[in-house]
């Protein structure tokens, strides 16, 4: 069974950070769980950005396997799942604003109140 | 002529950053810029990461083209250049300390005395 548990090329704290979210795709869903309080497959998928589903499944199942957010489930018949950040994945917040600020000063980015 | 502008898909400041920086390079090219002092092409291929050839080509071309580094040259023949950061570019050592820090925290990663 692969767990999606990534891999590290180097002791760099920067790399390593790197090896886990870096992409185009795996921020963008850290946010929608940190800022907007989204949970659920159906609420990411809904995004503004347009995640190809395929891609959400896979970065879904990447961060889990490495204890950025936890799979609860809220219904049995068909199973459906919510994602709630760990303290690992709040630890990303800093991160998240610190790029916010960036793009904000520097790539004309605006702020959604949603 | 591509001049590799990055193109955005939301107004979002956290997914524009992530339309530039995106990837598993770029912010370990801004790391060596910004705080190992390195400034030529060889300097960056050296890096403990080993980043391919034509990954580093491609991604120094695309900070250029976004303003985030400025390519001066220092030799003629052949022609050599160094890259060196913008304010733009030196903007983004928040993100990078940000990272540094998560990376310490919560993936065993270590900074290097380089």
Redesign the interface.
């Known amino acids: 069974m692969s767990t999606q548990k990534t891999e590290?090329?180097?002791?760099?704290?920067?790399?390593?950070?790197?090896?886990?979210f870096?992409?185009?795709?795996t921020?963008?869903i850290m946010?929608d769980v940190l800022f907007f309080k989204r949970r659920t497959y159906g609420e990411f998928s809904r995004s503004?950005?347009?995640i190809p589903t395929n891609l959400l499944a896979d970065r879904l199942k990447r961060l889990v396997a490495n204890g950025i957010l936890e799979q609860v489930p809220y219904q049995d018949r068909p199973p459906r799942y919510r994602y709630e950040p760990t303290e690992?994945g709040r630890?990303?917040k800093?991160?998240?604003?610190?790029?916010?600020?960036?793009?904000?000063?520097?790539?004309?980015?605006?702020?959604?109140e949603r």
Chains 1, 2 share one sequence.
């Open positions: 590290h090329r180097s002791q760099c704290p920067i790399a390593r950070s790197l090896d886990l870096g992409d185009k795709w921020l963008v946010r503004g950005e347009h690992k630890a990303l800093p991160v998240l604003q610190a790029m916010a600020r960036f793009g904000e000063n520097h790539l004309e980015g605006r702020r959604s």
